[in-house]
């Protein structure tokens, strides 16, 4: 069973930029394809990026243009680029397998304004 840790987080201003790393270990990230969530203090969790074991990628539309998800098969590790942060993108950042079976602890990304 593949496990996620979360890192890269932090308080940035806005306009900023960050990049979240989501390393895997116990299976290879390259079978799966890979989310990453986010979830904002009193709000529900939401699913803002995802990449496909073929690479193609999706957004939410609040991010389209300012965020990038990738990833590196020989280090077992997936991305988040995230670039023009926003306040409103505070928030504790999470990765997961698609379908999800299980959370980790996530990393916040805190953007002042």
């Known amino acids: 069973q593949v496990q996620l840790v979360e890192s890269g987080g932090g308080l940035v201003q806005a306009g900023g930029s960050l990049r979240l790393s989501c390393a895997a270990s116990?299976?290879?990230?390259?079978?799966?394809?890979i989310g990453w969530h986010r979830q904002a203090p009193g709000k529900q969790r939401e699913l803002v990026a995802t990449?496909?074991?073929?690479?193609?990628?999706s957004y939410v539309d609040s991010v389209k243009g300012r965020f990038t998800i990738s990833r590196d098969n020989a280090k077992n590790t997936v991305y988040l680029q995230m670039n023009n942060l926003k306040p409103e993108d505070t928030a504790v950042y999470y990765c997961?397998?698609?379908?999800?079976?299980?959370w980790g602890q996530g990393t916040q990304v805190i953007v002042s304004s």
């Open positions: 997961t397998i698609i379908p999800v079976t299980s």
């Open positions: 116990g299976k290879t990230l390259r079978i799966n394809a």
């Open positions: 990449i496909a074991t073929s690479g193609s990628t």
